[in-house]
């Protein structure tokens, strides 16, 4: 079984967010980078899992990104992955990424693609879709738990007001969230051995973005909390149904 | 030309975040000058004619009970007929799970680029631009879309449901389904509650509420009120309360009208999923939680005798309403 998993470079989950250059760059200056948490807790684990379970299952990761997109896809390696594929180009366009990871995918002959929910960033929960279609291949979105028997996956995904079982026959695309796996902690052997990895880069293939950022904006400042005493809890029931009228 | 507008439905009824779809759907109509319709999938028994109230002018029904299983391949090449048919230069989802798994597909189908997570109408002043949340929340970013057609995915409560009186025309469109390479093999949906993307009062619970033993706090107030309930990461992993209840960064998104949190820190990845609420209201003993720099009310002070008295004020509101 061949395994893609899709790993994206996003700020630590406490990053200060401020734009620089009229309000159009995120501003990285002091910015910890981690591997998106949907993609190594969730993607990633539960292939390196598949793998443990089957020796001759191998893992590629892709990235679309710049060289400063290395370390993170180092981690990635010293958690699990076999092999690194970088394409190297820098784009915020969910359509312009799918379409490169799509073009290694359809290359590479994959059984699986995987990616995580969604990136913390830019949030589009998009890149698996629009890969699966690219490939013409099913989608199951959201998966909390899989299972690979043969050439068949029970899945279970997440719907609006609960939660499905589908079986899948391989190949197929996968968007992964909690429940699927849990955190590692790459150990010394991996962080060494992920040294001596293949990562390669590779140039994009020529696509047109289809959409661009503009700007960015923070939200604006709340007015600060409204402290209610503790011994007058009564006040704050009165505040939430007069004042704010929330019920 | 049209807006053409994905319903969700779920049992036979539109689902809530889809009507808040649909009015979007109609403003942004309005704004290009032309009608917005919509697209049902699957066998429903809402009055779709009502759909009128919301400002869609024609349904297209596609009534195969084949379609009542979301298969996001399925599911796009129908729309993507739907989307022909009625010449539509904008579609409009709710970014809701269904909507998220079908309009991104649609997008790399139809080389539409898509704005998901949006929150405001499109500015067509210069181009056409569409707000989204970026960042967890913790900022916006206007995307320029540049594409014959474009896709919104609107985020569930972002956009208010307004209604005037009209009925809108309902017809059965004539498509090939394509066969499912998907099989459902078991469904289990949460009864009786409404699902947490799709709730305007919040009632949730961290793990200064000791254990799951004390509840009842959360429950009671939310019960009074017809809120739906939450909790942090640490409760959930404690599994002192389902997973599906879990909010923030690596939990659900949501954006209620009211946030209630009672015992939560407020670590800034909790915040990442609740920081679009309307009202925030933490109630902690620690003045110093991080929480309260979020929070529009507050009390500092022990859930424990803060909660029984909160919960005995709304029951005396609720009796003399
Ligand atoms: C990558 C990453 C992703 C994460 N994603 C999420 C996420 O999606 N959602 C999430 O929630 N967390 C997430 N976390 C964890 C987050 O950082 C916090 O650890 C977590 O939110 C803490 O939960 P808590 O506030 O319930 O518990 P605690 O931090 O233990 O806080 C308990 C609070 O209760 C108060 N308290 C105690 N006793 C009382 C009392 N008697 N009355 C009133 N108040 C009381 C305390 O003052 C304290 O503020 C994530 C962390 C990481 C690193
Ligand atoms: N630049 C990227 N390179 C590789 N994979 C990515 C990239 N961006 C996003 N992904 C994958 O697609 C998923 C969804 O991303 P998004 O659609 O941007 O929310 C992520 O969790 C990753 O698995």
């Not at chain 1, 981690?75 to 690194?84: C, F, H, I, P, Y």
């Amino acid at each position: 079984m061949k395994i893609l998993v899709c790993i994206s470079k996003t700020p630590d989950t406490t990053a200060k967010i401020a734009f620089t250059d009229n309000n159009t760059k995120f501003a990285t200056d002091g910015v910890q980078w981690i591997i998106n948490p949907y993609d190594e807790w969730y993607a990633l684990v539960r292939a390196i899992e598949l793998k443990e379970a089957d020796a001759s299952a191998v893992i590629h990761l892709v990235t679309v990104g710049g060289a400063d997109a290395d370390p993170i896809i180092r981690k990635a390696l010293a958690l699990g992955g076999d092999e690194a594929i970088r394409i190297n180009a820098d784009s915020h366009d969910s359509f312009y990424i799918a379409s490169q990871i799509a073009a290694v995918a359809k290359e590479g002959a994959y059984d699986m693609v995987m990616t995580g929910k969604e990136t913390i960033d830019y949030n589009g929960s998009s890149i698996g879709g629009m890969v699966a279609e690219l490939l013409d291949l099913p989608f199951i979105s959201l998966a909390t738990k899989l299972g690979i028997s043969g050439t068949q996956a029970t899945i279970n995904r997440e719907i609006e007001g609960g939660e499905e079982t589908n079986t899948v026959a391989l190949p197929f695309v996968i968007s992964c969230q909690k429940g699927m796996a849990e955190q590692r902690i790459p150990n010394m052997k991996g962080i060494m051995g992920a040294r001596s990895k293949p990562l390669k880069a590779i140039e994009p293939v020529a696509i047109e973005a289809l959409t661009q950022v503009v700007a960015f904006e923070l939200p604006p400042a709340k007015a600060g909390v409204k402290l209610v005493p503790a011994d007058n809890p009564e006040e704050l029931v009165r505040l939430l149904h007069e004042e704010a009228k929330a019920f | 030309m049209s807006v053409l507008v994905f319903l969700d439905q779920a049992d036979g009824q539109i689902k809530k975040a889809s009507l808040e779809a649909a009015c979007y759907g109609a403003k942004v109509a309005a704004q290009m000058g032309t009608a917005a319709e919509a697209i049902v999938l699957g066998a429903v028994t809402s009055n779709l004619a009502a759909l009128g109230n919301y400002g869609i002018s024609k349904v297209h029904t596609v009534s195969n009970t084949q379609l009542n299983h979301l298969d996001a391949q399925v599911f796009t090449q129908v729309i993507a007929e739907a989307a022909a048919t009625s010449n539509a230069s904008v579609v409009v989802f709710s970014n809701n799970l269904t909507g998220k798994a079908i309009a991104a597909r649609l997008s790399a189908r139809l080389k539409a680029g898509l704005v998901s997570g949006a929150i405001a109408l499109p500015d067509t002043s210069n181009g056409f631009v569409v707000k989204k949340s970026v960042f967890s929340g913790k900022a916006t970013a206007s995307i320029s879309v540049s594409t014959a057609i474009k896709i919104i995915a609107l985020s569930p409560n972002a956009f208010s449901i307004t209604t005037t009186e009209a009925t809108a025309v309902v017809a059965e469109l004539a498509v090939t389904i394509p066969a499912s390479r998907v099989t459902v093999t078991g469904v289990s949906k949460v009864e009786g509650e409404v699902p947490l993307t799709e709730a305007e009062l919040v009632i949730s619970g961290g793990r200064g509420l000791k254990g799951p033993e004390n509840w009842g706090l959360v429950t009671d107030l939310a019960k009074l009120i017809g809120a739906s309930t939450a909790c942090s990461r640490a409760v959930a992993d404690a599994h002192w309360r389902p997973h599906h209840e879990h909010v923030g960064q690596t939990g659900l998104a949501i954006a209620p009208n009211l946030y209630f949190a009672i015992g939560i820190s407020g670590a800034i990845q909790h915040l990442a999923g609740v920081n679009r609420s309307k009202v925030i209201v933490v109630i902690n003993k620690d003045p110093e939680a991080p929480f309260f720099k979020a929070a529009d009310y507050g009390i500092v002070g022990d859930a424990f005798e803060v909660m029984p008295k909160i919960i005995d004020a709304v029951r005396k509101l609720k009796s003399n309403a």
